[in-house]
């Protein structure tokens, strides 16, 4: 039933660039990416000229200064861009939220050297980030990492195993934190490593339930050397720059979440209004109209949850507790959703015929990554009541 298809997001969008940028956006997600997604993610297929293309458009920088390649855009808008590239293939949604996280740590704490040479290159050059802080022994407990930066003159010499790394093997560069000091989130430091960096080489990426278009491997470092010019900030301010990255970075994963939720429901509604038993379509019966209902609400109140938190950072203002909400509610709701939406299809649902059993499969990594559900329990908390054990 034509008139019962689903309509693209009616966005509320700050500026008419904004929606020009919108507009783009979905016509490349459904040229360019959409009549590939399913068959690559069963192949594997990382795609790099999806990327390229991204990064030719403008993008791949766009919350960063254009100063340097960005396109100046705020994050209200940043984030909606995700959550339509993530609708098409979370592949494609996530890898740019995790290249903007790679970025963050020089765009926001590198010097003006630093940005102005590399900068240009990573926002819009073609070049493609990954983020290395997680560790095979420190996930959730990050500021135990053990991968040491040793001081060697001019340089520093990097040696130690990153893991659970996005792009890990294919990216052109790597944020990396490293213990340079004591102990502890002190004792960290943040570097800027180039893929050809001598010592440094990927594992074979992970076998995962989803995302397999997405290589997630562990990245070694057996000695690269990186001159001194190539730290980030100041000597042990690491953790701190890694923290603040991983704020924006969790409404990036929200706004993923939230795109994929909602390719699920538009699965389930056209699949609801076409298929027929006893004589009407499925649509009809109460049961799945609630739980259409409820899909539906939830993914609004996401959106709604992860904009606020956008605004927030947009103006200024404190948004860590609202980011940690918005990455926990959203990720849950992509759960809920697309189970629900393998549920509405029966049989079909649980087949690759459809897309409903992939967008399953992809929720449940969005539960995980940049800090688990559990994780932004602890931090949301935190906000509300102190630290523990005080």
Known sequence: MPDRAPQPVDRQLPTDEARDLISLVRDIAQREIAPKAAEEEDAGRFPREVFTLLSESGLLGLPYDSEYGGGDQPYEVYLQVLEE???????????????????????????????????????????????????????SDAASLRTKAVRDGEDWVITGTKAWITHGGIADFYTVMARTGEDGPRGISAFLVAADATGLSAAAPEKKMGMKGSPTAQVHFDGVRVGDERRIGEEGQGFAIALSALDSGRLGIAACAIGVAQAALDEAVTYATERRQFGKPIADFQGLRFMLADMATQIEAGRALYLAAARLRDAGRPFAKQAAMAKLHCTDTAMKVTTDAVQILGGYGYTADFPAERYMREAKVLQIVEGTNQIQRMVIARHLAGPEGR
């Open 85 to 139: 590239l993530a609708a098409v293939r979370l592949t494609v949604g996530l890898g740019v939220s995790v290249h903007t996280l790679a970025s963050y740590a020089l765009a926001t704490h590198g010097s003006k050297q630093q940005q102005v040479e590399h900068l240009p290159a990573m926002l819009g050059g073609g070049l493609l980030g990954a983020y290395c802080l997680s560790e095979p022994a420190s996930g």
